[in-house]
């Protein structure tokens, strides 16, 4: 699987890192605006991510912003359903107004810091990202 | 710092709204359970509760949540489609609160920081039995089985943040050899090891990357930490490690107050001014309830040893809202302030600066007038604030009477009266144990069998009333059963026993006083001990319970015919209208509530028995008598020789229906008075029950009249 992972913190970057490379190929981008480009690049490339990670409190243009972009390019490329990108919001910020604004904008899992990695675990298996 | 973002933590939330669901479905419930099937509405409600915590323990990923709450949803589903014949009511009662409780029961866990680890497979499969059982029926009465109630999968999750347990502040010191090189660099070492274990951190000094010359105030004054995480304390040590150099390292807790506030010189003034802003800033944080719009989190550059600063201004004014829920914590230092508030009024308004002769005070007058109002109207809205009603305590108790009632096979109702009497949330914090403990025993102990209460000629069904009122500045809480009632010959000789009356036959004691003696700890005259009550704990941590917020339990009964036992509890605990009093050179308040009257003292009222007590006649009436000079042992006035003079004033005051006479040698006024505790470090004194600060700064001791009434009459 591909995996596109935007994280601004240096540590939780590298933890996710080493998580996530057991299951695919996995990008790394340090703000909101690489991340969107490397959306963008993939997509134009015909090998779109299957994942994408979100950190929420990131320089240049936030997670909430990244998120919006991406699923407008996703309308804007025709692509529907369950064949949108499965999104993961990683942020300390866990509030209620912000995880319900996150699911309205379209976001799959919003997943609070630090990550539970049982529970990280069992949702990429329940979205069928790994086995 | 993050704590600006987390008052209302997804987690929180969702653990409130289905803590809320799961009690008004128990409060429909058991309003129901006497009837013989669900109406509609209340199939609708809980139909939708569970559907609700079905789908949010769905996207939080509580999975036996959401079975167990899918498959009591699934009952709801085929009753409310196919309203079957056969349902038995009071099963399905318990059922669903059998479902509240398992779900209740995970929701604690999930509060207090652990797993929901509860196995639902037991539960699922008596519903699943239920269901069942149902389902024929709705077949056996030819019907169709209503299309199957599908539950699709959320298609977002929320996944909270690991290690939900409490927080704790820290703070930790990191000293350095003299001889050391670059511990600035040595320090940040232990920082970025710190980074992965903390929630927050801060540092001093803060420039130890950027600044070279950090070193050497690092090995002068040490490098400290303020840390913030869910790890213990030698978890932390572990994580700053052994580098070379260090000296020691020290790791205490400390408050999340001192987390706050920083590094700051510790220099009182700006600490508080610092703390005030603090205050402000949340406040205005909690009118502001917008939607998050993107672009609010964009990171603006971080300074070091800091938390992350973002773009977004957070004082913008937002919509109005007619309710906020308030942290108790600023409730009761709102409360404590005020209390300052009148001490610092009474200073300023009888200034001795205002005591010159000559002075022309007209328009001070008016002004203190006005700011004796205002300050007035604030207690009054604060203690209205304070006020919530009893409902909920109420409603609890409904519950408690439907589970042991049906445990011991008895049939009783229960009759709620003044239910929405208002209380300030202090005492109902401190009443629902106790009534709790009221409520078990007259179930157990008080009702009867229903075999018995037919023998008896009663009504096999036992009722129980529960009812709440406010009258003369005191709340009365009172449990009134109808059942068998206390026997006081039995109660007199286990006190006998228990070696509580000495050798004083039972005609010495009012039927009031035989009662009292169950509050006595490990007193029970019940034979057998039950789940429920019986094991002679109970009743004397119920009025210690009571005596906490000063009030007090009366217990009256009629063998056969059932007990009712009051909780009296003052309403008001902060703030109470004294009169002020000088004996010898120490003042006096006495609540002006219990004062009766006052009789200018002499000697020919004054009868002495032999043994040394003292009485007063008044008009005909015996009273006792004490002098609080000789009962403080303070140094007797000038004016009255040996105590025994004429020039002072006797107090009648009057408690519960007891009278007692003390006499004073000076009444100063009556004032405001800001009930403060006695400090601990005083050793408790009977007849004492606070102390307050006067205008002119002096300290007077607050009297207790039932101290000082139980005090007389034990000599």
């Known amino acids: 699987m591909k995996i596109l992972l935007a994280e601004d913190d240096f540590a939780s970057r590298k933890f996710m890192v080493n998580y996530l490379e057991k299951y695919g190929e996995c990008d790394i981008t340090v703000d909101g605006e690489e991340a969107v480009d490397a959306f963008i690049m993939a997509l134009e490339d015909g090998e779109p991510y299957d994942l994408v990670c979100l950190d929420v409190m990131m320089p240049v243009i936030d997670g909430y912003q990244a998120l919006k972009a991406i699923r407008d390019i996703e309308k804007d490329h025709g692509i529907a359903g369950d064949d949108r990108v499965k999104i993961i919001m990683t942020t300390a910020l866990n509030e209620e107004r912000n995880v319900k604004k996150a699911f309205e904008m379209g976001c799959t899992v919003y997943c609070g810091k630090p990550i539970d990695v049982e529970k990280f675990q069992m949702i990429l298996k329940k979205l069928e990202l790994i086995k | ?715």
């Open chain 2, 1 to 715: 710092m993050a704590e600006d973002f987390n008052m209302e933590n997804m987690l929180d939330i969702f653990l409130y709204e289905s803590s809320q669901l799961l009690e008004s479905l128990e409060n429909t419930v058991l309003e129901k359970k006497d009837e013989d099937c669900f109406d509609e509405p209340a199939i609708d409600e809980i139909f939708r509760a569970m559907h609700t915590i079905k789908g949010s323990s769905a996207i939080m990923m509580y999975e036996n949540i959401t079975k167990v709450s899918h498959k009591l949803e699934d009952i709801f589903y085929y009753i409310r489609e196919s309203h079957p014949d056969n349902v038995p009511h009071l099963e399905l009662v318990e059922h669903v609160l059998d479902v509240s409780d398992f779900i209740t029961g995970e929701l604690d866990k999930i509060r207090d920081g652990g797993d929901p680890d509860g196995d639902e497979s037991g539960i699922v499969e008596e519903l699943d039995e239920f269901l069942t059982q149902i389902k024929s029926g709705i077949e056996k009465a030819g019907e169709e089985l209503p299309p199957e109630n599908k539950y699709e999968e959320p298609s977002q999750f929320y996944i909270a943040p690991a290690g939900g347990g409490s927080v704790k502040y820290y703070k930790a010191s990191i000293y350095f050899r003299e001889d050391t090189e670059m511990s600035n660099i040595r320090a940040y070492t232990s920082v970025y090891a710190l980074k992965e274990i903390v929630d927050d951190m801060e540092y001093m000094p803060d420039d130890i990357i950027s600044n070279e010359n950090s070193a050497d105030t690092i090995i002068e004054d040490g490098f400290h930490m303020l840390i913030k995480c869910k790890h213990s304390r030698e978890e932390i040590i572990d994580a700053i490690g052994d580098t070379s150099g260090m000296e020691r390292v020290e790791v205490n807790e400390c408050s999340q107050k001192e987390f706050e506030m920083g590094f700051h010189e510790p220099d009182q003034e700006p600490i508080v001014i610092e703390l005030d802003d603090k205050e402000k800033e949340k406040k205005e944080e909690k009118k502001i309830k917008t939607e998050p719009v993107p672009g609010d989190y964009v990171v603006k550059g971080k300074e070091t040893g800091k938390g992350k600063k973002l773009a977004k201004n957070q004082s913008k004014s937002g919509p109005k809202q007619s309710y906020i829920s308030v942290n108790i914590e600023k409730m009761d230092s709102l409360m404590d302030m005020i209390g300052e508030l009148v001490i610092a009024e009474a200073v300023v308004l009888q200034n001795p600066d205002l005591k010159v002769p000559g002075l022309d005070l007209t328009n001070f007058q008016k002004a203190a007038s006005q700011l004796s109002k205002i300050t007035t109207e604030l207690q009054d809205v604060i203690m209205s604030m304070r006020m919530m009603p009893l409902t909920n305590t109420f409603q609890k108790m409904n519950r408690i009477v439907f589970d042991v009632s049906r445990k011991l096979g008895k049939d009783i109702g229960l009759d709620v009266i003044g239910e929405n009497t208002e209380v300030d949330k202090n005492i109902i914090e401190h009443i629902s144990d106790p009534l709790m403990h009221l409520i078990r025993n007259s179930v157990d102990h008080g009702i009867e069998s229903k075999e018995e209460r037919i023998a008896a000629g009663k009504n096999p069904r036992g009722k129980i009333t529960l009812q709440a009122k406010n009258e003369g500045g005191k709340v009365y809480v009172i449990v009134k059963d109808d059942g068998k009632g206390l026997n006081k010959h039995v109660i007199y000789e286990k006190a006998k026993k228990n070696g509580l009356v000495g050798d004083r036959p039972i005609t010495d004691f009012t039927d009031k006083e035989i009662y009292q003696f169950i509050t006595y700890p490990g007193f029970s005259t019940k034979e057998q001990v039950t789940e429920y009550s019986g094991r002679g704990v109970g009743m004397d941590v119920v009025v210690k319970n009571i005596q906490a917020i000063g009030g007090k339990l009366e217990i009256d009964s009629i063998e056969g015919a059932g007990s009712e036992m009051t909780l009296k509890i003052p309403l008001t605990l902060a703030i109470i209208n004294g009169i002020v009093m000088l004996v010898g050179n120490s003042t006096f308040v006495i609540e002006t509530n219990a004062i009766k009257e006052f009789v200018r003292f002499s000697k020919e009222m004054l009868v002495r028995e032999p043994g040394g007590e003292e009485y007063m006649m008044l008009r005909g009436e015996c009273y006792p008598f004490i002098r609080l000079n000789q009962r403080f042992h303070l140094a007797p006035p000038e004016t009255a020789e040996g105590g025994d003079g004429e020039e002072g004033i006797v107090v009648v005051l009057e408690h519960e229906d007891e009278f007692i006479c003390v006499y004073i040698d000076e009444l100063i006024g009556e004032q405001e008075i800001v009930v403060k505790p006695i400090p601990s470090y005083i050793k408790k004194v009977q007849g004492l029950s606070g102390c307050t600060q006067l205008g002119d700064g002096s300290i007077a001791l607050i009297l207790d009249i039932a101290g000082l009434i139980s005090g007389n009459e034990r000599r």
